[in-house]
């Protein structure tokens, strides 16, 4: 019997944003990575520096287009992109989401809020989830026997790791094991996810970062 074929995909949250307005920027264009996220992705880089990776691709955003660069200069490889790592939508795209000043405290907007299991403000968690696992499945097949960068964004991968865990989706945001530039590594045996590694390589660098407080955007 043929021993089964090892392949890690690695799926990197993007660094921190440039984001002035401190809104929930979410699919909107022209979010690009600050200095310091540029930092990060280096930092993610050169955490796996040594590894065997020979396939990189990018939801369509800037910052995770950016937060890839690194990655395909380092391993000398073109970047590929797949729309089903980008993030989720969300009524509250654009405003600002602040505690005490921001969309959630506005009445008119509490409706949206009615459900949070599907959740009724945004793309269902189950959608995410399968969308997520797909793309994750085609890095594998692509890098089959050698290892992938996926890069996407935080809620799109805290939701593909519990769906992968059998956990239910719908969570406490403020719970998400998903930092910036944080990797969140499923290591598969053939097409079945054997194992589950998560590393925070620029967690000097989110030290720094009013984002990583703050939490606006993913």
């Given at each position: ?124 968690y189950l959608q995410i989830a399968q969308r997520m696992f797909a793309a994750v499945q085609a890095a594998r097949v692509a890098a089959e026997g050698h290892e ?71």
């Open positions: 019997m043929l021993s089964p074929t090892k392949t890690t995909v690695h799926v990197l949250r993007h660094g921190e944003v440039h984001n002035p307005g401190k809104i929930l920027y979410g699919r909107l264009p022209d979010f690009h990575l600050s200095e310091l996220g540029r930092q990060m992705a280096k930092a993610a880089t050169e955490a796996l520096a040594d590894r065997d990776v020979t396939y990189v691709v990018a939801s369509p955003l800037e910052r995770a287009q950016e937060t890839a660069e690194p990655f395909a200069a380092h391993f000398k490889l073109e970047t590929a992109t797949d729309t089903r790592l980008i993030e989720s939508a969300n009524f509250f795209e654009g405003k600002k989401v602040s505690v005490g000043d921001g969309a959630f405290s506005n009445p008119r907007n509490w409706w949206v809020l009615r459900d949070p299991i599907t959740p009724s403000w945004g793309e269902a992938a960068v996926c890069v996407s964004h935080q809620l799109p991968i805290w939701t593909l790791r519990r769906y992968v865990e059998k956990k239910r989706l719908w969570h406490d945001p403020r719970r998400r094991q998903c930092g910036l530039a944080s990797l969140t590594s499923f290591v598969f045996e053939d097409a079945k996810v054997v194992g589950i590694e998560y590393a925070e390589p620029a967690a000097a660098l989110v030290a720094m970062s009013p984002s990583a407080r703050t939490a606006k955007g993913a």
